[in-house]
């Protein structure tokens, strides 16, 4: 929301400086975004004279002038065909930069075909304040020399931007902000000079309400006889410094009161109109129209429309239509004052795509109050501007009504924020802000303005004393400690989601945090989304369905980083997934990615593999808490992984606690993404419960530091199609008291190996317990360990 500083003390009697004002906005809320001050921007450029233009003696298009300057009298050598004597002109001096030509005058003169020039006059198009560049600015009047460039030019008005929370619609109005900045006591709000104007003839126009739950109240009144003129020097003045072009003087008084008032309007040429207007419900193809945005819409029964017996004029509360449009041509015109519900406009915004000024207001809710104010407010302005004679006002529907008093004991205010504050300056803050606040008591019955729908509770009164009073004077305390020995509890999942994240990180990858919506079309990718998950309301287009999985956005965020140079990154989110809508549908997920590329080093290049991500799972699992040494690997991932360079861990056939592997280049290259990725998803939920202890379970013993780990090599001949990790795993069933390791150390194909059968070296160490183990006791073990692993696998003990 932007305003200029003359704007606001139209509505706020002040003598505060910029910078208190500023201050005193952003103290109560209004959190100021940018601040275009023009006499900083231009506050080098002064008022100068041109005392004498001579014919530049090499130069037969350039002028030698003498000009009384700020810094003395100075010669300008200037190539501007309008230059000449007794002008009063911009100055610029040496040094200065010139934002129109995005550079800086030399700090010395410079000759310029011999005569030297210490500094510059200006054309409007080098301050960029036009667009006329044949010649320097020349000032109307008389000027004292060294005069401000901004007075002189009447640009010297601060224009304010700051940002609107969605609750205060009110201060989408420069009014509203006035009012705010009265409360603070920084000024004081002017009263409105608004007239009631009763009309002299009955409006011939009917209103029509057929759908009230969407436009529960409709004024309007005709003024025939105007002249779409074009807008008078003040007002275009006040539109241009807000970044609205001027039009016409009906499409500007408009436009105009949205700003001032929060109060959206519309104005039809009446001669376009048949028989009654009325608010209803869209028609579809045959109320299809051409919007003010030069675009065609088909309203759908959902939106609200504003028609006549012949057309559908307009989406209500959104945009207008362009053939009820005005023109030059028009001489009567109706003027539309109407309050939209927010919910129903802002639906029929975003199922259009329609963005517009009066969207942005009624969808948060613009005073319903105001219909009438708003609609005396246009027509004086009309009548002034436009001349012509005004109707009586026809009303449709009443208006809503305004929040219900609040029951607001003074003493809320000292227990929920601190603040003792007397009576008399929380009565008068409500005031000021529009509150009415009665009784005598310590209890008050406080009426809420019909522009403040927000406040609903003893808890926004407090608020809005204590934001008016300061946040910054509330007394910083820390809660008193209790006694003993107190920590924050965590529940498993948190712990697990910590311990994750500690692991990940430790192996050098950083986290990321991402949406937990995507595109349909990428979630399709990963097998889509789940039922009920498509959003009815989404914030983006790109974002309309909660997210399967968590490495769409990573695999995005990876190539955003490859993009800018980062080609080595590792991104790890440990954050949510959603399967379908049910309370059970949502899972922790713990995922990653990385690239497939080898890091120069002097010690030797090695691009990582699915083997090296496999590693990382198994120490993320760890960390929180899975059974590792119990998980079967498994080539069983799903389809956007790539086939051979991927697999899952699983407990059990069912319980699949991770995948992990390289990503397929089908959906690498559908996400835009280059080159080859390794990635993994783990699913922190399906870790199981930690087992809870009675305490009285007798703890194992402790191995012994002097009895010596042994260790013995096997090498089995087993096919090809066989797991490693079906060996391992009966090799650690042979003993598990005393096989503490399983690995394997060699793998070996050729000469002596059968086809289509590998052989596999496995080291077992044994670790004893209480004593030095005998050799007929690892023989036994030994012995196990082949009986084992060959009726698990079929493997056989190679020769």
Not at 219 to 233: A, H, I, L, Q, Y
Not at 325 to 339: L, N, P, Q
Not at 443 to 463: F, H, I, N, Y
């Amino acid at each position: 929301m932007k305003f200029p500083l003359s704007w606001l003390k139209y509505h706020l009697e002040t003598e505060a400086s910029l910078a208190e004002i500023a201050e005193a906005m952003t103290m109560a809320g209004l959190e100021i975004e940018e601040i275009d001050n023009p006499a900083e921007k231009f506050g080098e450029f002064t008022v100068a004279y041109v005392k004498e233009a001579e014919k530049h003696p090499d130069a037969d298009k350039l002028r030698v002038c003498t000009v009384d300057t700020k810094d003395g009298e100075k010669t300008i050598v200037c190539g501007a065909p309008n230059a000449r004597q007794g002008m009063y002109a911009v100055y610029a001096p040496l040094g200065t930069y010139i934002p129109g030509l995005d550079f800086a005058l030399d700090k010395k003169p410079r000759k310029i075909r011999g005569v030297e020039s210490h500094g510059m006059m200006c054309s409007a198009k080098e301050l960029e304040l036009g667009e006329d560049h044949d010649g320097i600015i020349d000032l109307d009047g008389e000027w004292e020399v060294g005069t401000p460039a901004v007075v002189a030019l009447g640009q010297d008005d601060p224009v304010l931007d700051f940002e609107v929370t969605p609750n205060r619609p009110d201060w989408l109005g420069v009014r509203g902000i006035a009012r705010d900045l009265a409360a603070t006591g920084i000024g004081t709000l002017k009263p409105l000079k608004d007239e009631r104007i009763e009309g002299n003839f009955p409006c011939p126009v009917q209103i029509e309400l057929d759908w009230p739950e969407a436009c529960p109240v409709f004024m309007g009144r005709v003024v025939r006889g105007v002249k779409n003129v074009e807008s008078p020097d003040w007002l275009k003045k006040a539109l241009t410094s807000i970044g609205l072009r001027p039009i016409n003087a009906l499409a500007d008084i408009t436009n105009l009161i949205s700003y001032d008032r929060c109060r959206p309007l519309h104005v039809y040429d009446l001669a376009k109109l048949s028989g009654p207007v009325r608010a209803r419900r869209g028609a579809g193809e045959t109320d299809r129209f051409e919007a003010l945005d030069n675009k065609e819409y088909v309203p759908a029964e959902t939106h609200c429309v504003i028609a006549d017996d012949a057309h559908a004029l307009g989406f209500g509360g959104v945009m207008g239509g362009t053939y009820s449009g005005c023109s030059e041509e028009t001489t009567d015109v109706f003027i539309e004052s109407a309050w939209f519900d927010p919910l129903i406009t802002r639906a029929t915004a975003k199922q259009t795509g329609i963005e517009s000024d009066a969207k942005y207001r009624y969808e948060r809710g613009v005073d319903p109050a105001s219909c009438r104010e708003g609609l005396d407010y246009a027509t004086r302005l009309i009548l002034e501007i436009c001349g012509g004679e005004a109707s009586e006002v026809v009303i449709a529907g009443e208006t809503p009504a305004k929040p219900a008093d609040i029951e607001f004991p003074i003493a809320e205010v000292k227990r929920l924020t601190g603040l003792d504050l007397p009576r008399a300056e929380i009565i008068r803050i409500l005031e000021t802000l529009g509150f009415e606040p009665q009784g005598e008591g310590d209890v008050l019955t406080v009426g809420v303005p019909s522009w403040r729908m927000d406040c609903s509770q003893k808890a926004d009164l407090v608020e809005e004393v204590a934001r008016i009073h300061g946040f910054d004077k509330l007394t910083a305390m820390s809660l008193p400690k209790l006694p003993g020995r107190r920590e924050a509890p965590a529940t498993v999942m948190q712990l697990r989601a910590r311990y994750a994240r500690r692991a990940l990180a430790g192996r050098g990858y950083g986290e990321a945090v991402t949406w937990s919506f995507c595109e349909t079309s990428q979630a399709a990718l990963f097998g889509g989304h789940g039922e009920g998950l498509a959003l009815d309301n989404p914030i983006s287009s790109e974002l309309d369905v909660m997210r399967p999985t968590a490495l769409v956005h990573l695999l995005s965020a990876l190539q955003s980083n490859a993009d800018r140079g980062q080609t080595d990154a590792r991104l790890f989110e440990v954050g949510p997934v959603y399967l379908d809508d049910t309370p059970t549908g949502q899972r922790l997920v713990a995922a990653g990615v990385l690239r497939v590329d080898a890091n120069r080093h002097w010690a030797g290049t090695r691009a990582p593999d699915v083997f090296d991500v496999k590693a990382d799972v198994e120490a993320a699992l760890a960390a929180a808490g899975a059974p590792v040494a119990s998980l079967q690997t498994v080539a069983e991932a799903r389809d956007w992984w790539h086939p051979g360079r991927s697999g899952v861990m699983r407990l059990g056939p069912k319980n699949v606690m991770a995948e992990f592997g390289e990503i397929h280049p089908r959906i690498l290259k559908a996400l835009g993404v280059e080159g080859r990725v390794l990635g993994f998803e783990i699913v922190l939920d399906a870790i199981p419960q930690p087992k809870k202890s009675n305490g009285l379970k007798a703890r194992a013993p402790l191995d012994r530091a002097d009895l010596t780990p042994v260790r013995r090599d096997f090498a089995f001949l087993v096919d090809k199609t066989v797991a490693a990790d079906a060996l391992i795993r009966a090799a650690k069933g042979a003993d598990k008291a005393m096989i503490t390791g399983v690995t394997v150390f060699d793998v070996y194909e050729g000469q002596g190996v059968p086809e289509g059968q590998v052989s596999l070296a496995l080291e077992v160490t044994l670790q004893p317990r209480e004593k030095t183990l005998t050799d007929e006791e690892i023989d036994a073990i030994a012995s196990k360990v082949v009986q084992k692993v060959s009726g698990a696998t079929g493997a056989a003990l190679r020769g």
